[in-house]
């Protein structure tokens, strides 16, 4: 496996580790998905001592973190996803970052909190009763009436009743096996419940379990679509809110992981432009509760986020050579502070590149018309 930087040059300021109690909100849409930013930033926040070995040549090694540097902070993972379960986010981290977050799990640098596999699934203790057995009846004794009269010649014998056999004790049906959920991975925990005070006990638990190898060690939590509650439960936007804000103040930063397709967004483009026109101008006033809380949900959580970067497809359609554009601005919770350090190394704040995400995992990030810069 090579050991080339894996995370294109122009992305490298902005999945550095962010400021202390700082938000950077990622949104993609249905064609553009970011799990290949958030396995930039894994890459970039765990690659000093989670690369996979290299066996070339017979010689085990570990490979260095993916931008050469030897002064990287010691940080530790939380990553929870409602949307894709821990074999999407193994293999996508081995792919795309060559990392090995089993390994980083023993290591207690990474912990993976599955909020979509046993999400709706009965609890543990609720076991599924067995259906009831049905015993056979006993064989009633035929009546006159049902006699078969007897045929042929008298010499031929008569039909009669049938002869009663003892019946053998009826066999019980096997039960319903009991509904359990497969063992977790080492390092991972399950939710088994949607409401918010359950996923706030387990996450809370691995923040405060993690740091414990290391004192001075940071812990970055990444929520991967936490809005797919406000569409399978009741759950308002204030409430999830709430839930992010509470979860903030347990970690050094968090990174935010949400849809910002339209139908989401319709009610908030309302809102500000007088309605959804065009291709969506049938749909003007019509707005479902899903789309209002959405709305509100990612509208909220971009004015308290630092940076908001979006991945989209291109407007003109599908390219052979371009999967979408990604887009940098700030948020409403960017400082002057962050703004003068980034700028003093010489990158603008805010940007718009296209990028290209290759069969083996790479991505190529260029600004347009440098289709050939990685």
Known sequence: MSNRNRVPPLLEPYVRLPPEASLTLLTGVLDATPTWLV??????????????????????????????????????????????????????????????????????????????????????????????????????????????????????????????????APQPLPAHPQTTSPTPAPGTTTLTSPSLPHAAEKITTLVTTLPSASPARKTVLILDSPSALLATTSTPASSLSSFILQLRSLVHSTLLVTEADLPFLSAAAQAAYGGVRGAYGEMAGKVTPVEAEHAAFVVQQAHGARLVISARGLETGVARDVSGVVRVGRGGGWDEEGESEVERDGVVAEMEVLYYVQADGGVRVFERGAGDVG
């Open 39 to 168: 396995v930039r930033y894994l890459d970039s926040l765990l690659g000093n001592g989670g690369r996979l070995q290299n066996t070339r040549g017979g010689n085990e090694d570990i490979m260095d973190n993916s931008n050469g540097t030897e002064d990287q902070e010691d940080v530790a993972v939380v990553l929870v996803s409602w949307m894709r379960d821990w074999e999407f986010w193994k293999t996508e981290a081995r792919r795309g970052g060559g990392l090995d977050l089993a390994r980083l799990a023993q290591q207690k640098r990474f912990a993976f909190v599955d909020g979509l596999t046993n999400l709706f699934a009965p609890a543990p203790s609720d076991k599924v009763a067995p259906p009831p057995t049905r015993s056979l009846a006993p064989q009633q004794q035929p009546t006159a009436r049902s006699t078969v009269p007897a045929r042929g010649p008298s010499t031929l014998p008569i039909r009669g009743p049938p002869v009663r056999t003892p019946a053998a």
